[in-house]
């Protein structure tokens, strides 16, 4: 007994409409349950934000290093400029 492939359409758009209905029921009382919570509690929707914490501001570094012919610096970030490369760099540390 095979269904064919406009029953099945059928049923699932029967099925689709079941699974709507017993979602916006079961929402409604999620709904519900949190207004409670919120009231018994003295929470404020402001409180069931997300918040997400400040962006570091970090700036520019200071330089930890200094070129002694040209006086150029370098904070230590980043690609290590031509004068200090392949270098020991406590020797132009600042």
């Known amino acids: 007994m095979t269904k064919t492939y406009r029953?099945?359409?059928?049923?699932?758009?029967?099925?689709?409409?079941r699974i709507a209905l017993a979602r916006n029921a079961e929402r409604s009382q999620a709904l519900a349950t949190v207004r409670e919570l919120m009231v018994e509690f003295l929470?404020?929707?402001e409180e069931l934000m997300v918040r997400?914490?400040?962006?570091?501001?970090?700036?520019?570094?200071?330089?930890?290093?200094?070129?002694?012919?040209s006086g150029a610096t370098w904070n230590g970030k980043g690609r290590a400029p031509r004068w200090i490369a392949g270098r020991d760099r406590d020797a132009f540390e600042i």
């Open 52 to 69: 997400r914490g400040a962006k570091k501001k970090t700036g520019p570094q200071p330089p930890r290093y200094r070129d002694p012919v």
């Open 7 to 17: 029953e099945l359409l059928a049923e699932r758009r029967e099925l689709e409409e």
């Open 43 to 45: 929470i404020t929707p």
